[in-house]
């Protein structure tokens, strides 16, 4: 079973997020101040958002459309995943509360730094 860290204060992006999660992670402490509960929750959208990316990256090289081996054309299978990817991420956003154009929330806000 997977064991929580406590994040610091001073909270660096985790070592294994990649450039779209760091750069999610970053910006958004940058404007939140979110409790550990809250940092799981951003690691998960974070860990999406480096999933997104990399899906984006395989499709730029494989197309939507892949040939199976019998000659037909099909969706890639990575469209499903993306779809799912940003699935999770979107309700982890939402989960946190962090939308200022929007009515209140259930549940604790996250706190505006």
């Given amino acids: 079973m997977a064991e929580l860290k406590h ?3 001073v909270q660096k992006p985790p070592a294994h997020l990649q450039s779209a999660g760091r750069a999610l992670w970053t910006s958004t402490l940058a404007d939140w ?5 809250d940092l799981v929750v951003l690691m998960s959208a974070c860990e999406n958002a480096d999933r997104i990316a990399e899906i984006r990256e395989a499709l730029q090289a494989d197309g939507l459309m892949l040939t199976d081996p019998s000659g037909r054309r099909r969706a890639h299978p990575l469209l499903a995943a993306e779809g799912q990817a940003y699935s999770v991420l979107l309700r982890a956003w939402n989960q946190l509360g962090l939308n200022d154009d929007e009515g209140p929330k259930i549940g604790r806000p996250a706190t505006r730094v």
């Fill in 33 to 37: 101040q979110l409790d550990d509960a």
């Fill in 7 to 9: 994040f610091p204060s």
